[in-house]
């Protein structure tokens, strides 16, 4: 299995800035990249980016567009989510997942991110 432990998330003003970490540690070699998900109180989970291990590919939702970027440092097995700008909408639990041929899976117990008005 992959294990996969969030951190970074904490309290900012919006406008401020956080950087989150998701540290990957297992069968890395069975996963094709990580994704970033985020969870608001009672809302449904949503997908926020993603990126490959091999070429770096990624995707962003269009609430994020221009304001995160998520990279990679294979050597580390750790993906980041650069956090710019943040939204009080931004306000969710944020998750880190592996992607698997069968799709997204070993989801780690997540990091909370609270922007302030």
């Known amino acids: 299995q992959v294990q996969l432990v969030a951190s970074g998330g904490g309290l900012v003003q919006a406008g401020g800035s956080l950087r989150l970490s998701c540290a990957v540690s297992?069968?890395?070699?069975?996963?094709?990249?990580i994704g970033w998900f985020r969870q608001a109180a009672g809302k449904e989970r949503e997908f926020v980016a993603s990126i490959k291990w091999s070429g770096a590919t990624t995707y962003y939702s269009d609430h994020v567009k221009g304001r995160f970027t998520i990279s990679r440092d294979t050597d580390k097995n750790m993906v980041y989510l650069q956090m710019n700008s943040l939204k009080p909408e931004d306000t969710a639990v944020y998750l880190c997942?592996?992607?698997?041929?069968?799709?997204?899976?070993?989801w780690g117990q997540g990091t909370r991110v609270t922007v302030s008005s």
């Open positions: 997942a592996a992607e698997f041929f069968t799709g997204w899976g070993d």
């Open positions: 297992g069968r890395t070699s069975s996963t094709y990249g």
